[in-house]
T-cell receptor, first 112, second 113 residues
C-alpha cells in the first residue's frame, strides 16, 4: 500500500532556528503539494511542483520559506528563520495523472 | 482566483440521522469538486468527488450533488455512524489538470451515539 511519507512527524524548535521538513511522494507521482493547516486558516496551499518544476508558490512567505524538489523522490520545505506564527501542521500531498491527492501524515511544527 | 465557502462550520447529529454540508464556489470555470475527510490527528483522505458534467454521484451512504448554475455543491451522509465524526473539507478546481484545488474552511461533524 503506497503512501506519502513525511519527516519529521513532530518538531519543536525555538524562534529564529531553521526548520527543514521532508516529503517522499508516492513513487511515480509527478505532482507534489505543500499545505499548511491551522485551526484558523484551514488547509492553505503553500507551493506545488509538477515534474519537479515549481508551478505556484504564491501562498508561501518568500522571505522565510523555500520549497524544492532535489529529485523525484524528495520534496523539502524550509523555514529560516522560524517564528511562533509558523506553528502548524504541514502536509505534503502527491498526485499522479489523476486528481486524487494522497496526503502524508503531516509534520507538526511548534516554534517557541 | 477561486474562493470556496462551506457551511455549517460545526454540525452535530444523532446516530442514524442524515447530515448535509453545503459549499459554494466563485469561479464558474471550476470543473472538479472533491470532498476530503480528516479524522482527528490524521491526514485528509478523499471520500467522494464529482465532475461538472455530472449532477449527482452516490457511493453507499455518501452522495454529492452539484448545481453549476448556482455554483454550489453538497455532501449528504445518510444513516450516520460514530465513525463518520470528523472534519469534512470541500474543494473546487479550475486548473487544466484538476489537481490544484482550493479547499473550503471545513465542517466539524459530530455523530452522537
Amino acid at each position: 500500500d503506497a503512501r506519502v511519507t513525511q519527516t519529521p512527524r513532530h518538531k519543536v524548535t525555538e524562534m529564529g532556528q531553521e526548520v527543514t521538513m521532508r516529503c517522499q511522494p508516492i513513487l511515480g507521482h509527478n505532482t507534489v503539494f505543500w499545505y499548511r493547516q491551522t485551526m484558523m486558516q484551514g488547509l492553505e496551499l503553500l507551493a506545488y511542483f509538477r515534474n519537479r518544476a515549481p508551478l505556484d508558490d504564491s501562498g508561501m512567505p518568500k522571505d522565510r520559506f523555500s520549497a524544492e524538489m532535489p529529485d523525484a523522490t524528495l520534496a523539502t520545505l524550509k523555514i529560516q528563520p522560524s517564528e511562533p506564527r509558523d506553528s502548524a501542521v504541514y502536509f505534503c500531498a502527491s498526485v499522479n495523472r489523476g486528481q486524487t491527492k494522497f496526503f502524508g501524515p503531516g509534520t507538526r511544527l511548534t516554534v517557541l | 482566483g477561486e474562493n470556496v465557502e462551506q457551511h455549517p462550520s460545526t454540525l452535530s447529529v444523532q446516530e442514524g440521522d442524515s447530515a448535509v454540508i453545503k459549499c459554494t464556489y466563485s469561479d464558474s470555470a471550476s470543473n472538479y469538486f472533491p470532498w476530503y475527510k480528516q479524522e482527528l490527528g490524521k491526514r485528509p483522505q478523499l471520500i467522494i468527488d464529482i465532475r461538472s458534467n455530472v449532477g449527482e454521484k452516490k457511493d453507499q451512504r455518501i452522495a454529492v450533488t452539484l448545481n453549476k448554475t448556482a455554483k454550489h455543491f453538497s455532501l449528504h451522509i445518510t444513516e450516520t455512524q460514530p465513525e463518520d465524526s470528523a472534519v469534512y473539507f470541500c474543494a473546487a478546481s479550475s486548473d487544466n489538470y484538476g489537481q490544484n484545488f482550493v479547499f473550503g474552511p471545513g465542517t466539524r461533524l459530530s455523530v452522537l451515539p
